[in-house]
């Protein structure tokens, strides 16, 4: 999972670097492990900075300053498919042909046959595990196609057309073609999102804001803003002028749900859907099934785990009619903090993040509500704090469904195997947890709590393969195992840097490809 943005400002002698800068704000929590934002002018060059941190530490103000040009892109990195080497942080770049810097929120699940056909076929070279380099060369190559000096709108539509027929898997991209434009799309299915908004300015111009999540479009006044559709593209030109097109039709609307069970920030509306509200339908929904156990009855309390499981946790407790209690404390500030060899042992990271108060635990039977359980030691040592500040019985509510497979489309869960459900039982779950019972969402309550029935709109099924094990695009063997050779080359590269001094030691920003003065 990813985030990204994307900016036109109609006045050319502006810059959209700054802006982009709040923007990716926005998106932080999309993305902690690497950012970056590359810009461009009507004369095309390319002024890029991206690498290795957190939006403030990487984008610092003099940094942004060498940003010139009224058109931008900006994406933050949550480590996926592909290492975390500070080689990897996006937007990347070709320069042939055209020119063309592209960033991208997904996963592809093909990309053994991309790697391939690149290699074979069209002798692009990719130099790094990232699918999104590989997603961007089969753009480039199919912009090569055209085989012209300077292409059109059509030439870029038939280009993602090519692309569209190649590429299988979840992605949400913005791009800058140097010298011509800004350009979005979204993957077939819609499973990761997209929005595109407008800005009208005072003297009749409009600026345009491509971005994964409303938030964004809300707070720079993009107030007029709609999801872009699966496979659907758009070209904004250098002049200002904006173009939709359905470059392959539909194959399904089925955003991941997982958007709204745990990623996208409350205040957002993804395809027509709020999150906030999904959330608060959560807590009804799991209130409604808690109802008719005989747990019920015991409940004294129903304690959130913060952040946010919070609005879940507030609505089902008001539907049990039981009080709601903040027995979690967030340290807001550690943040990522480097640990030292010898601290991890004392503190688990659940500790240093989340600290209990006994007042609200001791003699009480508590009802835990969470978003999801996936390894089931986060939870566990929540159930452990819960139990050590005095509560007598733990129930653990999750308001997702029991996670039992891979999630393939960029949520960096774990391996099937690493998973708590993972051929368990919820009582062999609770057990594993430490919990007096677990509660799990239904699935089919889930997905009631975010399908939306409108007139313009109707969205009844989600890309849910976490808990089914069937995924929208469909799946090869041979990636599941790639995904899971993948991780353990992270986990060792995590474990091998972890145990040498400079461990956190960050990727410099690779503040470059032209970035001299003020030529745009
Ligand atoms: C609109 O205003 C900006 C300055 O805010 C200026 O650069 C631009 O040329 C103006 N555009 C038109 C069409 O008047
Ligand atoms: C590409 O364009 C050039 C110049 O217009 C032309 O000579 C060449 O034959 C074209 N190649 C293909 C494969 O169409
Ligand atoms: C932008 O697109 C519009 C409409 O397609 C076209 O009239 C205009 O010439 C284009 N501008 C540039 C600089 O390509």
């Given at each position: 999972m990813c985030g990204i943005l994307g900016l036109c400002l109609a006045?050319?002698?502006?810059?959209a670097a700054p802006e982009l800068f709040e923007g990716s704000l926005f998106l932080q929590h999309r993305g902690q492990d690497a950012c970056g934002i590359t810009t461009s002018g009507p004369k095309g060059r390319f002024y890029q900075c991206k690498g290795n941190g957190m939006v403030r530490e990487v984008l610092t103000k003099e940094r942004l300053?060498?940003?010139?040009?009224?058109l931008g892109i900006a994406h933050l990195r949550y480590p996926t498919?592909?290492?975390?080497?500070?080689?990897?942080?996006?937007p990347f770049y070709v320069n042939s042909p055209y020119g063309i810097s592209m960033g991208h929120n997904g996963n592809l699940v093909n990309t053994k046959q991309l790697r391939k056909y690149l290699d074979e076929d069209v002798h692009r070279h990719i130099?790094?595990?990232?699918d999104s380099e590989l997603l961007l060369n089969i753009f480039a190559s199919e912009l090569q196609?055209?085989?012209?000096s300077r292409v059109n709108n059509d030439d870029i539509f038939e280009a993602l057309k090519g692309l569209y027929n190649i590429c299988r898997g979840a992605y949400a991209c913005v791009g800058l073609l140097a010298g011509y434009g800004l350009f979005a799309f979204r993957d077939p299915n819609g499973i990761r999102p997209l929005l595109i908004g407008e800005r009208h300015n005072q003297n009749g111009t409009t600026d345009y804001m491509v971005a994964s999540e409303s938030v964004v479009l809300k707070a720079h006044n993009f107030n007029k803003f709609r999801d872009v559709l699966p496979g659907e593209g758009v070209i904004i030109n250098k002049s200002g002028t904006v173009e939709f097109k359905?470059?392959?039709?539909?194959?399904s609307y089925t955003p991941d749900i997982f958007e709204y069970v745990?990623?996208?920030?409350?205040d957002s509306v993804l395809d027509g859907i709020s999150v906030y509200r999904t959330r608060l339908a959560m807590g009804a929904k799991l209130a409604e099934n808690i109802k008719?156990?005989?747990?019920v009855d015991q409940i004294d309390v129903v304690i959130p785990?913060?952040?946010?499981?919070r609005n879940t946790a507030l609505e089902c407790a008001v539907e049990l009619n039981k009080p709601f209690r903040e027995g979690f404390v967030k340290n807001?500030?550690?943040?990522r903090t480097f640990i030292m060899p010898d601290q991890k042992k004392r503190v688990s990271s659940v500790r240093r993040k989340l600290n209990a108060m006994e007042s609200e635990f001791a003699n009480r039977n508590v009802l835990i509500v969470d978003d999801s359980i996936v390894r089931g030691t986060t939870s566990k040592e929540i159930v452990n704090m819960a139990r050590e500040a005095g509560a007598k019985k733990v129930f653990f509510a999750s308001a997702?469904?029991?996670?039992?497979?891979?999630?393939?489309?960029?949520?960096?869960?774990?391996?099937t195997k690493a998973l708590v459900a993972y051929e368990r039982t919820e009582e062999e779950v609770a057990k594993v947890l430490g919990a007096d019972q677990v509660i799990y969402q239904k699935l089919e309550d889930l997905i009631d709590c975010v399908k939306i029935e409108e007139k313009d709109r109707t969205i009844t099924?989600?890309?849910v393969g976490v808990f089914t094990g069937n995924y929208i695009t469909g799946v090869e063997d041979s990636y599941l195992q790639e995904l899971e050779e993948v991780r353990a080359q992270n986990q060792k590269l995590s474990i091998q840097s972890a145990a040498t001094?400079?461990?956190?030691?960050?990727?410099?920003?690779?503040?470059?490809i032209y970035n001299m003065g003020d030529y745009k």
């Open positions: 006045d050319q002698t502006a810059n300053s060498n940003l010139v040009g009224n498919a592909g290492s975390s080497a500070g080689s990897e942080a996006q130099n790094t595990d990232s196609k055209s085989n012209k359905q470059v392959v039709p539909l194959k745990y990623f996208a920030r409350p008719n156990l005989d747990i785990v913060p952040d946010t499981s807001t500030y550690v943040g997702a469904p029991a996670i039992r497979y891979n999630h393939i489309y960029g949520i960096d869960l774990a391996d099924h989600f890309e001094s400079d461990a956190n030691a960050k990727a410099e920003a690779d503040i470059g």
